[in-house]
């Protein structure tokens, strides 16, 4: 693939990308408005036409690793092991 090509995928790329983010800020909105309606009616199911929508309080462990390497060092990194990857960026 020549230069010009690979320029011009990158052009669409980034167009694609900003087209992204505005999506994803009208469903944000979107979905703010919703949750803000349920919370003023007070609820954390609703049903609107066919679709249930759930907007339901949800508590979860989650294990403190922070904490867990201050406090054990030594044997947090006995079981850390490193991760390759590949990393995408244009700039």
Do not use: C, W
């Not at 609820?43 to 759930?54: K, L, N, P, S």
């Amino acid at each position: 693939m020549g230069e010009r090509a690979i320029e011009n995928r990158v052009r669409k790329l980034m167009a694609l990308e900003e087209q992204k983010k505005e999506l994803e800020a009208q469903i944000s909105a979107l979905q703010e408005e919703i949750k803000k309606d349920m919370d003023t009616k007070g609820i954390e199911e609703m049903q609107a036409g066919t679709f249930i929508i759930r907007f339901t309080s949800v508590l979860s462990s989650r294990f403190d690793t922070k904490r867990f390497k201050e406090q054990y060092s030594e044997l947090y990194n006995m079981y850390v092991k490193p991760v390759a990857s590949r990393r995408f960026t244009i700039s």
